[in-house]
């Protein structure tokens, strides 16, 4: 089974600033890494998928990048309605795994 | 407009059964790879189950192996998770979502809660 882990467990901001998510695989995915946003009371929301595609309706200020075992979800300018839980999950082998989560809260 | 619904979530006790449902609109359900997801009280998502398009390749973490079993009726744009042998380490929310190189489109959820 693949381990996905993030870093870190939570990442304090403030509107405006600059976001950086980590998530590391414990062996390679090659790009098969997908990123989800969730706030509370709610399904959780794709963003990234293939590493580093939008999905259909994500904004300019969410991007995505790396292959192989080291990913990195970039938040450029934090906007209030961005503070959530993030994850991260990969796609490359049986069983699917999620990493833990990183919340990204307002400093 | 593209949705999910999920249903037949409740109050279970250990041991006990339960049949979740997943109705699909908006989209050609029969085209799809769909999902099952957990997500317990206060925790992070577990991937639970996966069945292919044409229900040909069905899959399981193992450590569900044997209790719980995917199905789908395209007929019926429905899927389907009936869950045996329940335990209280089973209580999370449960979504289903549609599969298209990620997880694109997720139900609302709905919660199986196993206490005696």
């Known amino acids: 089974e693949i381990v996905l882990t993030q870093s870190p467990a939570t990442l304090s901001l403030s509107p405006g600033e600059r976001a950086t998510l980590s998530c590391r695989a414990s062996q390679s995915v090659s790009s098969y890494l997908a990123w989800y946003q969730q706030k509370p009371g709610q399904a959780p929301r794709l963003l990234i998928n293939d590493a580093s595609n939008r999905a259909t309706g994500i904004p300019a200020r969410f991007s995505g990048s790396g292959s192989g075992t080291d990913f990195t979800l970039t938040i450029s300018s934090l906007e209030p309605e961005d503070f959530a839980v993030y994850y991260c999950q990969q796609r490359s082998t049986w069983p699917r795994t999620f990493g833990q989560g990183t919340k990204l809260e307002i400093k | 407009e593209v949705q999910l619904v999920e249903s037949g979530g409740g109050l279970v006790k250990p041991g006990g059964s339960l049949r979740l449902s997943c109705a699909a609109s908006g989209f050609t359900f029969s085209s799809y790879s769909m999902n099952w997801v957990r997500q317990a009280p206060g925790k992070g998502l577990e991937w639970v189950s996966s069945?292919?398009?044409?229900?040909?390749?069905?899959y399981y973490p193992d450590s569900m192996k044997g209790r719980f079993t995917i199905s789908r009726d395209n007929a019926k744009n429905s899927l389907y998770l009936q869950m045996n042998s329940l335990r209280a380490e089973d209580t999370a929310v449960y979504y289903c979502?549609?599969?298209?190189?990620?997880?694109?489109?997720w139900g609302q959820g709905t919660m199986v809660t196993v206490s005696s």
């Open positions: 979502a549609r599969d298209w190189s990620a997880f694109d489109i």
């Open positions: 069945i292919s398009s044409g229900s040909s390749y069905i």
